[in-house]
């Protein structure tokens, strides 16, 4: 993929920590107005990938914004909207007080808060503590946390991981709308089934190489589910865990 505006391009990564490989040449992008879906068993390399999109680690290669590394943003949450490795405060924190904080280290205005709270689905919420919050509402408070500065890129570690049948109706709707709007959205997740009813696109991860990337349609081609295609391109679908399926 160009580095065109306003899209997600990973070039050419490989990372190694000690003898291991963990990263292999991986290359694909994410297009605006579009949902890209990341997507690999356990292991395969995804947290890696997006730790080093978000600058939290090194490696060759190149990882872009529209052409811009994240290091390089003033302001990044204005840019880019993370939800990754949990909420991230101290327990005993409310939860307005928790977004404020990160508002505020960004130059965000403060009546931002109760919007992205409303846009989650926790209006109430606002005086919480985190520590009483349930996984799933910890999801959403994570999301609430990457639109804090309306940014144009969504980068969103398994999302829907603790979401009950309710709460992964409205994410299903939640990042639709987002693409909708024009941003550019890139999911990881192992769960196969619900990333299929809400993907545009599919990069596939095994053992640290990307092993197909394109439209949804694309990789399926005549096989019934995204778990198909998994299997008929890894040579040890046998082992993957069973939270994968």
């Not at 989650?120 to 509402?137: F, I, Q």
């Not at 144009?152 to 009950?164: A, C, H, K, S």
């Given at each position: 993929m160009t580095n065109q505006p306003n899209n997600i391009v990973i070039s050419h990564v490989n990372k190694r920590h000690g003898n291991k490989e963990i990263l292999k040449d991986v290359s694909f992008g994410a297009k605006q107005g579009r949902i890209t879906a990341f997507l690999g068993p356990n292991g395969a390399g995804k947290s890696s990938t997006l730790r080093i999109l978000l600058g939290l680690d090194r490696s060759t290669g190149t990882a872009t914004f529209g052409g811009r590394k994240y290091v390089t943003f003033d302001t990044p949450l204005k840019v880019v909207g993370a939800a990754f490795d949990g909420i991230g405060g101290s327990l005993s924190r409310k939860v307005k007080t928790h977004l404020k904080i990160i508002a505020q280290s960004n130059?965000?205005?403060?009546?931002?808060?109760?919007?992205?709270?409303?846009?989650?689905?926790?209006?109430?919420?606002?005086?919480?503590?985190?520590?009483?919050?349930?996984?799933?509402?910890?999801?959403?408070?994570?999301?609430?946390?990457?639109?804090?500065?309306?940014?144009?890129?969504?980068?969103?570690?398994?999302?829907?991981?603790?979401?009950?049948?309710?709460?992964?109706?409205?994410?299903?709707k939640f990042i639709r709308q987002q693409a909708d709007l024009g941003r550019t959205v890139l999911l990881s997740s192992h769960l196969l089934s619900e990333v299929e009813a809400v993907a545009d696109d599919v990069v596939i991860i095994d053992h640290g190489k990307i092993i197909a990337t394109g439209e949804l349609h694309q990789v399926m081609k005549n096989l019934e589910s995204l778990e198909d295609v998994f299997f008929s391109l890894t040579e040890e679908g046998e082992t993957i865990d069973e939270n994968f399926l």
């Open positions: 130059g965000i205005p403060n009546s931002r808060v109760a919007e992205v709270l409303k846009i989650v689905g926790l209006p109430d919420k606002g005086n919480a503590r985190l520590g009483t919050l349930s996984l799933g509402e910890g999801q959403r408070l994570g999301l609430a946390a990457a639109l804090l500065g309306n940014p144009q890129y969504l980068v969103l570690d398994e999302p829907t991981n603790g979401l009950d049948p309710t709460g992964i109706r409205w994410f299903r």
